[in-house]
């Protein structure tokens, strides 16, 4: 009885890894996450959300509706033109960025997968297209694919309360102007909102302050973050103007404490507010 169980364990560790057995159902880790996050990415492009590690009733979400799987954005393969992952081990959920550009449909798809003992629970998208706040995937894909997010130095990374409470300062300013002071705010900082940039112009010493709404007034409600500390990256998810408002993703990188980068994928599934851009935000 012993050697045939030591001898399927051996069997076993020889076979090839599946989609399942390459992820690690003890622990959450940030190689197991990376690799779920790449399986999600593969699947994607092939239209085939049976290539994923899914856990038994898992749920896909798209565009806040809950949505069966090979349907929405799975009806067929996508083509991939960049995309970039934070993993948050503390919570053991990833969050995607997606560029589609280069296609007759062409998308920017923010993604958060939850992982529970190994397999992904819950999927859930923010699908945008050419109806969508600011839409410009060729933009987007432009500046996105040449900025560097890569792993800070210790010495220049954020501690996970930082990174969430300036996500938090940061939607609080679309309320109460007063936030404004609150978020530490770098030089240079530039911002993809939908696809429209702070910094068209290539010009020295940009500034994310640029555009900034001032009215006020506007809640920002049902937060919740996935926060990468090694990239000094926190994903805000919030309903943008209330429980009604529109579904919104904004991503944040901090280096040395001050803010770099900001993302912005913000959904219209009624069609976009006629809401003017502030007379700061440069135009193309």
């Keep these: 009885m012993i050697r045939t169980v030591a001898a399927f364990v051996l069997l076993s560790g020889l076979s090839l890894p599946g989609p399942q057995s390459a992820l690690s159902a003890e622990s959450c880790t940030r190689q197991s996450l990376e690799q779920t996050a790449d399986l999600y990415l593969q699947a994607l ?17 798209e565009n806040r509706k809950a ?9 067929s393969p996508l083509q991939v033109d960049f995309s970039r992952s934070l993993l948050d081990v503390d919570i053991c959920e990833t969050f995607t960025e997606i560029i589609s550009a280069k296609t007759d449909h062409p998308y920017v798809i923010g993604t958060r997968l939850k992982v529970v003992d190994g397999a992904i629970a819950e999927v859930e998208s923010l699908v945008s297209d050419k109806d969508d706040w ?13 900025e560097q997010w890569d792993i800070l130095p210790p010495e220049k990374r954020s501690d996970r309360q930082t990174l969430i409470r300036v996500a938090s300062d940061y939607f609080d300013i679309f309320e109460d102007y007063a936030a404004f002071d609150r978020v530490p705010w770098g030089i240079p900082c530039v ?9 068209p112009k290539n010009e020295p010493n940009p500034s994310c302050t640029v555009g900034v709404p001032k009215g006020g007034g506007v809640p920002m409600t049902n937060r919740r973050y996935i926060v990468d500390e090694l990239l000094g990256a926190v994903m805000g998810q919030v309903d943008f ?3 009604k408002g529109l579904p919104d ?12 980068y900001v993302h912005v994928i913000t959904l219209c599934p009624d069609g976009c507010p006629v809401i003017p851009l502030p007379e700061d935000m440069p135009r193309p």
């Design 45 to 61: 492009k092939q239209g085939s959300p049976s290539l994923l590690p899914l856990a038994p009733g898992a749920e896909y979400i």
């Design 241 to 243: 103007g209330g429980p």
């Design 134 to 146: 600011l839409f410009d995937a060729d933009s987007y894909l432009k500046y996105s694919s040449t």
């Design 191 to 199: 911002r993809i909102e939908g696809g429209a940039y702070t910094n």
């Design 67 to 75: 949505t069966a799987f090979g349907e929405g954005i799975w009806n």
């Design 249 to 260: 993703a904004h991503t944040f990188r901090l280096e040395n404490g001050k803010l770099r």
